[in-house]
Structure formats: C-alpha cells, structure tokens
C-alpha cells in the first residue's frame, strides 16, 4: 500500500488502531511535523528532493550530463573512483536530517536513507561484487559507537542483494574533522589514513567495489580509499553517497507542495 500523509490525525485518534494494523512506521514526518507512515512523509519527498542532471564522475549537478560524462571540475581534476552516485543534495532541510543520523542517533532515519540512496542506484546499473563502508577510526567509532556509513552499506547490501562488509577497510588513525579544513587540508590529513585488513588482502583483486559514505564534499576520502583498493588490483570502483555537497552558491529552494506549512 503506498505511504501517505496521516495529516487529519492526532496521536490520541491513532491509539486504538494498534490492534488493527498500524503501519509498521508511523509517527511524525521529520520535516513537516504531521503524522504518516514514513520517517519523511512522500509529500516532503516530493517538495525536496529536486531531480537534477549530475556528472557521472563526480555527481556535481551538471546541466551537460546528458551530452558529455564529466564535468568541467573532473576535467580539471579527475576522481580516483569511477562513478558516483548520490540520492540527495546536501542541503536544508537534508543536511539536518543527515547530521542527526550521523551524529544524534536517528537510527529511525536509516531504513528511509537507504531506500532512497538504492533508488539512486538502480537508476544507473552497473557491476558492484562488494559494498564497503568507509571506515571510522577507533577513537571516533568508540566515541559515536556506530559508522553511519554502515549502516547505510548494510542497509543497501541487504536491499540490493549484494554482499557487504566492514571488516575489509581500517582507519588506522584519527584525522581531525574533515568538514573544517578546505581540500588541501584535507588531502594531507587524510593520506595514508586507511589501510586493507590482512584477511581481504587477496580477495579484492578482480573485484568491482561500491564504497559507500553518507556526504561527498571534496572526495578526499573516497579518493585515498580507491587509490588503496587500486593498489590490491580491484576491477572497478563507484562512490554511492546520501548527498552530495554541491557548489557554494547553490541555494535551497522553498517547498511547493503541502509539506511546507510545517517545516521552521
């Protein structure tokens, strides 16, 4: 049955409907506050999540897609993976809902956020053997006590069939936080960050991989991941990101449909 807006309903007129098949999530969209069957009900959906022509390489919105691969950015410099594929524009009221799952536990947000990015995917099909997650470090993963970025590929491994694994990749030392340091910074704080574990040493090769992060902004990260994997002889390498960071002068655009009355 598709999802849709409970928004006629109150908390106290849902109660007696427990013994009677509730839908299995309900409670109140997290962008318009009413009450329906998903963590962002279909209308927000509809309202935010502007379809855009992207560059294959690098997922930038480019408004040439449909006539060259890549745009002016990879031309000038090219990303050590292949493809990237992203769900969303990392952009309010997006990038909130991202920063609570990432930061703040939203573990309510996961199921959505998958569906969303193995949407993404299937849209363009190509060869993935293996998902992994980018991996935290020790310190940080103590510290949060969970890699969204897991999560995510966990989710998307058991949707999309495929297999899915964090014991392939290690962070092998805490970085400072990336989102502060501009792309220079960031390349030198995250070289030689990461390390293939013994076990998945000979069994990448050959491999087309999907590495899979909940934002891509710089691509930093997922370029000294694939140059690692490059090293142990993968196949292929795509990025699948919840959003995409898009350039600094793109703006959000305010909502047209009827989530809009209770988004602050």
């Not at 098949?21 to 997290?30: E, Q, V």
Request: include cysteine; glycine fraction near 6%; proline fraction near 9%.
């Amino acid at each position: 049955m598709p999802a849709k807006c409970l928004s006629g309903l109150s908390p106290r007129s849902l109660t007696p409907w427990g013994h009677i098949g509730l839908p299995k999530w309900a409670g109140l969209c997290a962008m318009c506050g009413r009450w329906q069957t998903q963590p962002v009900c279909r209308a927000c959906q509809q309202s935010w999540r502007i379809e855009l022509p992207r560059c294959k390489r690098c997922a930038l919105p480019w408004p040439d897609a449909i006539q060259a691969d890549s745009c002016t950015a990879c031309e000038a410099r090219q990303p050590e993976f292949d493809r990237a594929i992203t769900a969303l524009d990392y952009l309010p009221p997006w990038s909130s809902l991202i920063s609570r799952f990432k930061f703040q536990r939203a573990s309510s947000m996961q199921g959505h956020f998958v569906e969303l990015m193995a949407d993404a995917v299937r849209q363009r099909p190509h060869r993935v053997d293996l998902i992994l997650p980018v991996p935290l470090s020790a310190h940080r993963l103590a510290e949060r006590g969970y890699n969204q970025a897991w999560l995510l590929a966990k989710g998307l491994g058991r949707v999309l069939r495929r297999p899915a694994t964090d014991q392939a990749l290690v962070r092998t030392r805490s970085t400072p936080r990336l989102m502060a340091l501009d792309s220079e910074e960031r390349l030198r704080a995250i070289h030689g960050a990461f390390q293939v574990t013994p076990k998945w040493d000979a069994r990448l090769r050959g491999r087309h991989i999907a590495l899979v992060d909940d934002v891509l902004t710089t691509g930093a990260t997922l370029d000294e991941i694939s140059r690692l994997l490059r090293r142990h002889h993968v196949a292929g390498i795509s990025a699948w990101v919840l959003a995409r960071t898009p350039p600094p002068d793109t703006e959000a655009s305010p909502p047209s449909g009827p989530g809009d009355q209770g988004w602050r």
